[in-house]
């Protein structure tokens, strides 16, 4: 293993950012410029890269002057190189932001901090983000915590400032998941009554490049056997073990069909 640590600070910083990497040449430099870019700076900044071979490493050396903490070794997964930034991270609330991601403006992080201070005390700050690739846009409206987070995730990280000790109460990222994770750690929360704040400020941008954005046929199908083990994982009653299995039932064959459709368009001539 590879690593990098700057002095200790004096206090322990408000927000942990976390970026876990593996070969992300292509995008984690402009992660890292709108990190440089914040008006604030009562963060830490933890990079953990899984190994990368295609200059990934080169770019994350450049930028040191930002890094608290770095790391580079094989992994065995997102999941566990999250768990792994965790165990570095000091600061009072975790946010993740990996190399797909970028924040999206200078004053990001300073004008979600004052909202959280306005309104302290909540497990989880789950703020607006941007979804694509510019300049097509979306924005991403969190659900927050209700009785929908049982079925499909509402929650998204890169928009989400956790509380650091909710994982020393409910635990890590399972690393049985390879895409979500975040959907079966959030779902954990929910179930045990953590609190949640939704707020209507864009914090982030997520580029539409990672593995959980992918709608191929074979993408759909590997995120469906997932969530599928986060509902048998997590199912807490009788009612919600029927309700998955029509919504099992159901949801696949809904998903694929659309798709199909969406194929067939986009082969015919124009």
Not at 103 to 114: K, W, Y
Not at 149 to 157: A, C, L, Q, R, W
Request: glycine residues 6%; contains cysteine.
């Amino acid at each position: 293993m590879k690593n990098f640590k700057q002095i200790h600070r004096t206090s322990k910083p408000l927000i942990s950012i976390i970026t876990v990497c593996y070969n992300a040449v292509d995008f984690i430099e402009s992660t890292f410029i709108s990190i440089k870019e914040q008006n604030f700076q009562d963060y830490e900044y933890i990079v953990i890269d899984g190994g990368s071979s295609d200059g990934t490493l080169e770019v994350i050396q450049k930028h040191q002057d930002i890094i608290d903490y770095w790391q580079t070794e094989p992994d065995q997964g997102i999941a566990d190189a999250m768990n792994k930034g965790l165990g570095h991270a000091q600061g009072a609330y975790i946010l993740f932001l990996h190399a797909d991601d970028y924040f999206h403006t200078s004053n990001s992080l300073s004008v979600v901090a004052d909202f959280m201070k306005k309104k302290p005390g909540y497990d989880v700050y789950a703020c607006n983000i941007l979804y694509g690739s510019n300049p097509n846009l979306s924005l991403q409206k969190p659900r927050g915590f209700n009785a929908w987070i049982n079925i499909k995730t509402g929650i998204f990280h890169q928009g989400a400032l956790c509380k650091k000790t909710l994982f020393d109460t409910i635990g890590l990222f399972d690393t049985h998941f390879k895409i979500a994770m975040d959907y079966d750690w959030f779902l954990r929360a929910y179930l045990k009554k953590a609190s949640l704040k939704k707020t209507y400020l864009v914090l982030t941008v997520m580029r539409d490049t990672g593995i959980s954005s992918k709608t191929d046929q074979q993408s759909l199908l590997n995120r469906f056997t997932e969530e599928k083990k986060v509902h048998e994982k997590n199912c807490c009653n009788s009612l919600w073990h029927y309700i998955y299995l029509v919504w099992w039932l159901i949801y696949p064959k809904y998903r694929l069909f659309f798709l199909a459709i969406k194929n067939k368009l986009a082969a015919q001539p124009s």
